[in-house]
């Protein structure tokens, strides 16, 4: 019957491969990853023009790292590691920094430096961006920009945490809520902002020294920095040992734990509605993060209820502002 035809495909049996990753049934593509076409910007250098100068210093800036899927990632987590898991919220990426950038040096240090006399060429200044952009790169900005939200959403972001952020300190989070013209950051997702407001929501905090030398805040040092600055950081659900997490009656195994691990999980925090939202939006979901002094490693766990929804709003054409910026 119908079931038995869906069941075999090609003479690849689904039932014998439940939870495998697959694009292909022998020679048979089935599904392609959706990729969004991102926006022409309008700062791309033009025949003609001189190129433009970076005011970057290298080992300085350094853009969002990427979550990886908890479900592909299950193996990265050990019992004994320390965890949190706060909420994942659905609204734009940003981040700012206070770091060393290079200087415009004026016509008098030009000379100076023409007859060897030292020249401080690099100091501290914000720097900030979306998920994939530098927004402030280079030593001149052009006046004239290609803006998603037609003005530059992330330099407002930057403004409102300037005086916030000591020297050396990158921070990295989401814009919830509406922005400046009251227009929806994400189509339904108000996180509790009345119209026209929004909220910064921070998650990651990084300390960077002079000689390039990250270090990551933990979760409960990005908290106290956050209420000491006056800024809202994720919501935390969960912080300890991620053995402690796991409720169990019997002694299992790694790979039986691991499995019960992501279905608690799916459990508690998958699958309902936004508790912060007005509207009946699906929540996206949770992150389990790792603290580490020298890196980030964090995995996401996304609703299934989030990932149809965000697939349909994909197919009627709604745009990706993280994929744009």
């Known amino acids: 019957?119908?079931?038995?035809?869906?069941?075999?495909?090609?003479?690849?049996?689904?039932?014998?491969?439940?939870?495998?990753?697959?694009?292909?049934?022998?020679?048979?593509?089935?599904?392609?990853?959706?990729?969004?076409k991102r926006k022409e910007g309008g700062t791309n250098s033009k025949s003609g023009r001189e190129p433009k100068l970076s005011r970057l210093v290298e080992g300085q800036v350094h853009l969002h790292v990427d979550t990886e899927n908890l479900r592909r990632s299950a193996h990265m987590i050990e019992p004994d590691d320390f965890i949190t898991i706060t909420y994942k919220t659905h609204g734009t990426s940003w981040w700012?920094?206070?770091?060393?950038?290079?200087?415009?040096?004026?016509?008098?240090?030009?000379?100076?430096?023409w007859f060897d006399v030292d020249v401080v060429e690099q100091g501290y200044d914000l720097v900030y961006g979306s998920r994939r952009v530098v927004k402030n790169a280079d030593l001149e900005d052009p006046k004239a920009k290609d803006h998603y939200f037609g003005y530059d959403l992330w330099e407002q972001i930057k403004?409102?945490?300037?005086?916030?952020i000591p020297k050396g300190f990158t921070l990295y989070g989401e814009m919830l809520g509406y922005d400046h013209n009251g227009g929806e950051i994400q189509k339904g997702f108000d996180y509790g902002c009345l119209y026209g407001q929004h909220q910064l929501e921070v998650y990651r905090i990084t300390q960077t020294t002079p000689d390039g030398l990250v270090t990551e805040?933990?979760?409960?040092?990005?908290?106290?920095?956050?209420?000491?600055?006056?800024?809202?950081?994720?919501?935390?659900?969960?912080?300890?040992k991620a053995k402690d997490f796991v409720t169990t009656t019997k002694l299992i195994g790694l790979e039986e734990w691991r499995e019960l691990f992501i279905t608690q999980l799916e459990e508690k925090y998958n699958e309902k509605d936004c508790f912060m939202c007005k509207l009946a939006v699906p929540e996206e979901g949770v992150v389990i993060r790792k603290d580490k002094l020298f890196s980030y490693e964090a995995y996401?766990?996304?609703?299934?209820?989030?990932?149809?929804?965000?697939?349909?709003?994909?197919?009627t054409g709604v745009e990706d502002i993280e994929s744009e910026n």
Not at 7 to 25: R, S
Not at 229 to 238: A, C, R
Not at 305 to 314: I, M, V
Request: glycine share 8%.
């Open 217 to 240: 805040l933990s979760t409960a040092q990005i908290r106290e920095f956050c209420y000491r600055v006056g800024l809202t950081p994720s919501t935390l659900f969960y912080s300890g």
């Open 96 to 113: 700012v920094g206070n770091v060393l950038v290079k200087k415009a040096l004026t016509f008098k240090d030009k000379v100076a430096k």
């Open 159 to 164: 403004n409102e945490v300037a005086d916030k």
């Open 1 to 36: 019957g119908i079931v038995a035809d869906w069941a075999n495909i090609n003479g690849f049996h689904l039932a014998e491969n439940v939870g495998k990753e697959f694009d292909t049934v022998n020679g048979l593509l089935l599904v392609e990853k959706f990729e969004v």
């Open 300 to 315: 996401k766990l996304k609703s299934f209820r989030f990932l149809e929804w965000e697939s349909k709003s994909l197919d």
